[in-house]
């Protein structure tokens, strides 16, 4: 394990049982993420980037398993801790960020609940702890704090997502898991978000795996980013290597296939000369 990584992924693989055979969802995946850095993680859906994300986290549930590989967090193997250190884990060293805001929160609890809950459960925090804590983080994210007593519902969708990714950042975790965080919300907001993560990530330090299908969005905030195709990771280059000369044909086709992507690599590759 490289002292610079805060996470290794080493020949990867995840099954599927079917009722008479299985199913290799992702196959001998690899890559690591840097310290401090945004590693993006691209391809359509069904290429076994989510499924690569619930595995790192230990989120998968029958009928997937982890069949082959080692999952490096900080050098340790999650892949062999027993129940009682991957729960300290979790959160703690690693956290992630699901796609729908709505589903991750409980929509008969406040925010500040939710918040005590957690901290509870993990610190040990009394109320008065907790509340003060959650102003932090609410505050780092751009929401007021007399928010607090407000439900999951009374909020636009890109609060709410804000408000997933404080909890996600709560116990200042080495790791920060985002699977598809942006995909339900408009462009304007779909922005506000990534520079509020860049921001963060600048301000903590800790490293983001940040997936989703949108390869050009992803440009805009990767530092380097994976291709997937068909449960194999088929490149690997810095986020502008990607964009201006992307070396597999499935790279070129995903750009091909986004009119706007495209017209901007060009516009971004004729300045360049």
């Known amino acids: 394990m490289d002292s610079h990584n805060t996470l290794e992924v080493n020949r990867l693989c995840v099954d599927y049982l079917l009722d008479d055979s299985e199913f290799r969802a992702v196959k001998e995946v690899s890559f690591n993420i840097r310290k401090g850095e945004i590693f993006g993680l691209a391809g359509e859906s069904g290429c076994g980037k989510s499924t690569i994300a619930f595995a790192i986290t230990q989120l998968l549930k029958p009928p997937a398993y982890i069949s082959q590989g080692e999952i490096l967090l900080n050098g340790e193997n999650t892949l062999t801790m027993d129940k009682a250190t991957l729960r300290k884990t979790r959160w703690n060293k690693v956290s992630m960020v699901f796609q729908s805001a709505m589903n991750s929160l409980n929509p008969v609890l406040t925010i500040e609940e939710q918040f005590r809950d957690m901290f509870y459960k993990h610190k040990g925090y009394d109320e008065q702890e907790s509340a003060r ?58 922005r506000e978000i990534l520079l509020q993560i860049h921001a963060l990530r600048k301000e ?31 490149e690997v280059a810095k986020a502008k290597d990607i964009l201006l000369k992307p070396q597999h044909p499935y790279t070129q086709k995903l750009w091909h296939s986004i009119p706007a992507a495209f017209e901007q690599s060009m516009a971004v590759e004729e300045a360049s000369l």
């Not at 704090?145 to 950042?169: C, E, T, W």
């Open 204 to 234: 903590f330090g800790f490293s983001v795996l940040f997936i989703t299908h949108d390869l050009s969005l992803m440009t805009q905030l990767c530092d380097r980013i994976g291709v997937m195709y068909q449960g194999e990771l088929v």
């Open 133 to 190: 804590r959650a102003t932090q983080l609410l505050d780092l994210v751009g929401i007021e704090a007399n928010r607090l007593k407000d439900y999951p519902h009374q909020f636009s969708g890109g609060m709410r997502q804000r408000i997933v990714i404080a909890i996600g950042l709560a116990l200042n975790p080495d790791l920060l898991v985002m699977d598809e965080p942006t995909t339900a919300l408009d462009v304007v907001v779909q």
